[in-house]
């Protein structure tokens, strides 16, 4: 199976991932048909996408030809619901609806049927089983995770996730076709969260638990990880901008999939603020106050705070990117690739790991578990070895 330039892209969805996606493929020289039932949202994508490229030509990135031929291979549709026959000519199709596992489920089977069987689905969900969405098919073989990140057409990863059934040839030509577009692709195994929503899930819980302990506040926890660790943005500020209830979803979805393990426990400073709809950014308050004329409480800049604050968050950090390593869910490469191209971490918490000492990590989870006697601190079988034989990652 191969998917090439002259593939007919479909993306199912137009909100801001969608809008996203369908700006990378046509940007590649596809055909794309963007679908959404609600016409707002085909509207708003469009609409976006027409600034997006504007704003290109204004910059000098792009000639007003070439932007108006790549907005002319965008198709805008807003199909009835279940009503898929207008996307038949696609070869591949993402899908990047609402993260609803039986919505998803009933989607994919009505596109089966709508598609000629050598079409490729793919789903962009971030947290969801791939393998649970393409067991709604009668060929769960051409069923494969697709995961972007956003905004899709500046970061530039992108998790390929094949389903338990899914072919071998389907994973390739579609981790094939987006190295072609320019991104960096990475291929994980169908766990909760793939690679980077599991290892990030600890940037910020434990944040959240060091707050909700009263160790220090939001803007100094926030200070401590930009100074001390070299991260653009600090876990509240980054939970603002992704929305506090995208964040928590995830959080949710991540903790159920694995079984309640307290590791991936949510806190209830984002359930009260979901709950409150203070969303973040979007809605001018979350963590921080975004409205006209607020004032942010200021950090406590202490060099005792920042030495406290962040070496704990780097440690459960690692020790999740170890354990996802022990339990094969990508490779070491993958891994500290995925984190410092989907989410800009400074460097791979891998090579991190090495840096610093895998026995100094340990010490300091040991130190943690036998604090608190809580299984958020356990340290992975991996990391334990690693430290025993005395060797590092790399």
């Known amino acids: 199976m191969a998917l090439d330039r002259n593939a007919t892209v479909a993306v199912l969805g137009a909100g801001t991932m969608g809008s996203g996606i369908a700006q990378v493929a046509a940007t590649a020289g596809h055909q794309v048909l963007l679908a959404d039932t609600f016409a707002g949202a085909v509207e708003r994508a469009r609409a976006a996408h027409e600034k997006a490229f504007a704003r290109e030509v204004e910059k000098g990135r792009l000639d007003a030809a070439s932007a108006a031929a790549t907005l002319g291979r965008i198709r805008y549709l807003t199909p009835g619901p279940g009503d898929f026959l207008e996307l038949a000519s696609a070869q591949l199709v993402v899908e990047a609806i609402v993260e609803d596992l039986e919505v998803k489920k009933a989607t994919f089977k009505r596109l089966e049927h709508a598609l000629e069987p050598t079409a490729v689905l793919a789903t962009n969900t971030s947290s969801l089983s791939v393998t649970a969405i393409g067991a709604a098919c009668d060929r769960a073989e051409r069923v494969v995770g697709i995961h972007f990140f956003n905004p899709a057409p500046v970061l530039p990863l992108v998790e390929i996730v094949p389903g338990v059934a899914t072919a071998p040839e389907v994973t390739a030509a579609a981790r094939a076709l987006i190295d072609a577009w320019g991104k960096t692709t990475v291929v994980a195994s169908d766990t909760p969260g793939f690679i980077v929503n599991r290892i990030a899930r600890p940037f910020y819980s434990e944040a959240l638990r060091i707050f909700e302990e009263g160790i220090a506040d939001k803007a100094t926890i926030d200070w401590a990880i930009r100074d001390a660790g070299g991260f ?5 500020e980054l939970m603002d901008l992704i929305g506090n209830d995208i964040n928590y979803a995830v959080s949710l979805s991540v903790f159920e999939a694995f079984g309640y393990d307290p590791r991936y426990r949510p806190f209830l400073t984002q359930k009260k603020l979901v709950e409150a709809g203070l969303l973040g950014r979007k809605t001018g308050r979350g963590h921080f106050d975004y409205r006209a004329g607020a004032v942010n409480p200021e950090p406590v800049r202490s060099n005792d705070l920042a030495v406290e604050i962040f070496p704990r968050v780097l440690a459960v950090l690692v020790n999740a990117a170890v354990d996802a390593l022990f339990w094969r869910v990508a490779t070491r490469d993958d891994i500290d690739l995925a984190m410092t191209k989907g989410v800009n971490y400074p460097k791979g918490l891998l090579r991190w790991a090495d840096d610093i ?34 060797r590092t990652f790399y």
């Open 357 to 390: 000492g895998p026995g100094q990590i340990l010490e300091r989870l040991d130190q943690l578990h036998a604090e608190y006697g809580e299984d958020r601190y356990r340290a992975s079988p991996l990391l334990r070895r690693v430290v025993r034989e005395g």
């Open 232 to 236: 653009k943005m600090g876990p509240f």
